[in-house]
């Protein structure tokens, strides 16, 4: 009889536990669907009001960038739309954690609406303007080895010997002769002798021949990425359009120089070098091929690095207590390790930070729709398939939130980075689709800067004016050095 009293006692248990659970199951799916049923479909984002005839004002200007800052405040709204002449509707991304998992979809890709238009310059479609396929994909993957760590090691004399050069023809006559420079040009003008020698096998470029293909490049690239609506009826007529075709033969011209001198070396480097890379590569089969692939190259890889250290130059040379105490600590280092100075890398954070040279940022076209909701904002958003995306990296850098005091030139906030600050920075992109040649930039913006801030100090003469036209630089400054 205990027995039975036993079994009965745990069954009636079991019967209870079973209606709690079932009870429980049943309005947690009964909440769930109510909820659903609540929620409202997600909406476009907002669109900024803003006319045609003043956007190709601005755009003419070069104001946009700061323009989608503007914009973003009076729709209230991190992400937004906006209209744009021949492109159309574009979506604004003022959200690191959205932009940065459409950047990952390995559906989004680069808008040929846009980077076609590189097409121009290099007569055929570059890796750097390609949309993703299987000849892409090929090309980059070959040209890739070009970068891997041995090869850096061997960029990073190259590019240590160009800078010993810069100082001896022109930064230490300056320095004798009271007289100033543009740190701009000269900055690019040392990436420019370093890309052609280091991954072209192409030494000794001229000082003129820098000067002219950096004209050249600044005609074409005015001419041919300014969004201009109606500019192929009328541009045959117009002086612009006119040097612009006659500098476009200026760039390739010097590309297939550079393709034969490689040729015809007997004495062609064993190393990976990026020109051997597109050589033996059976994905770039022509000659036309392969000099828009160099043209692509030169014109992603040289003029970004030069502008990034001139924008240092000039901030440390406004901050002359952020240039001492870095000088404070490459002096207590030996000199092979001054490049890994931790306060030069958030010196470089910091610059990048606050002049970033691909102030734009990237820009992409969804493969999907994208889901999004603002943390201030119960309202869902919907980025819709075939979306073109832009993400105004200047906007995005100065977030009170994320960055305190955001116009203050502030290399110690990198000293303890949150994951915000980390997760926000894409100045070589992320994804399938970054800067195939990041580590050679990253290397030679160390390697440089902390040769120089290790010996010179530098003023301003001049501050110069920050324009943005595809690059975020300064135009017009004069630096004067003096020896530490």
Known sequence: MQFLTDETNLSWWQILLTVTISTFLYKLIYRSQNQKHDESPPALPPIASMSVFQVIKQLGKGEMLWIFS?????????????????????????????????LIDKGSDKPRKFYGRFDLIGGKTSMFGSSTNSKWKTVRKGIAHAFSYSEIARMNVICSNHVEKWIHNTLEPCIRKGASFDPSTEMCRITFGVLLEAAFEYPNVTKEEYRKYSRCL????????????????????????????????????????????YELNPQKS?????????????????????????TGLIIAGHDTTGFSLGNALIQLAKHPDVSEKLYTE????????????????????????????????GIRQTNRDFIYKSQDSSTKMIIPKG??????????????????????FYPERWENVSPEMKDARFGFSVGHRNCVGQSLAVSEMHSVLSRLSSEYKFEIEAEGQLENFLTLKYLGARLKASTI
């Open 330 to 361: 490459l002096s207590s280092m030996e000199k092979s390790e001054r490049s890994k100075s931790q306060y030069l890398k958030c010196v470089l954070n910091e610059s990048n930070r606050l002049t970033p040279v691909a102030g734009l940022g």
């Open 387 to 408: 979306s073109i995306c832009y993400f105004p990296q200047l906007h995005v850098n100065r977030n009170k939130t994320m960055y305190p005091d955001p116009e203050r």
């Open 270 to 294: 064993q190393n990976k070098t990026v020109i051997r890379m597109i050589f033996e590569n059976k994905a770039i089969a022509s000659e036309e091929d392969r000099i828009a692939q160099i």
């Open 218 to 261: 600044e005609a074409s690239l005015k001419e041919y990425m300014r969004i201009r609506p109606f500019r192929k009826l009328y541009g045959p007529f117009v002086k612009e359009y006119q040097n612009a075709m006659e500098s476009v033969k200026v760039i390739r011209a010097l590309s297939k120089k550079i393709l034969h001198a």
């Open 70 to 102: 503007k914009l973003c405040e009076e729709v209230k709204s991190d992400v937004y739309r906006f209209r744009l002449p021949t492109l159309g509707t574009i979506y604004i991304i003022g959200s690191p954690k959205l932009y940065r998992e459409i």
